[in-house]
């Protein structure tokens, strides 16, 4: 017991808003970095879809003679159904191909032509992707 008759045990209030200043300290510099993280994997998966969707333009093209034009077609190559967060467009069909996508959430358009190969566009993801191969 203290000289002043209180007991000695437990935390005074500013131990524990030193405590709480801290932990907020920490998450405002931890946050940004899972954010990052985050929009990181959706590109990731952007591009992944993109890359199957390529094969699939690739199985479509032996069996047609030509890329295809649209989505369903390359769906009937055996592209799976995308996520609802992913976009596919279709740009360009027949001699040669233009697909870009997108992850909603994520930070840009990707895009695979036959020129040029899988890239990254400086549109960012919340924009349309265009009508034109970038």
Not at 26 to 46: C, E, I, M
Not at 57 to 76: F, I, K
Not at 99 to 115: D, E, K, N, V
């Amino acid at each position: 017991m203290a000289p002043w008759g209180r007991p000695l045990s437990g935390f005074t209030l500013i131990e524990v808003l030193v405590v709480l200043t801290v932990l907020g300290v920490l998450v405002a510099l931890a946050l940004p970095s899972f954010l990052g993280a985050r929009r990181r994997a959706y590109d990731a998966a952007a591009i992944a879809y993109l890359r199957q969707a390529v094969a699939a333009d690739e199985v479509y093209a032996s069996e047609h003679g030509g890329y295809a034009t649209n989505r369903r077609a390359l769906m009937g190559a055996g592209l799976r159904a995308p996520l609802p967060q992913l976009d596919l467009v279709v740009l360009e069909g027949g001699e040669r191909y233009c697909l870009m996508a997108r992850h909603r959430w994520g930070s840009r358009w990707y895009a695979a032509s036959s020129g040029k190969g899988l890239y990254a566009t400086s549109r960012p993801a919340r924009s349309a992707p265009g009508t034109a191969c970038p």
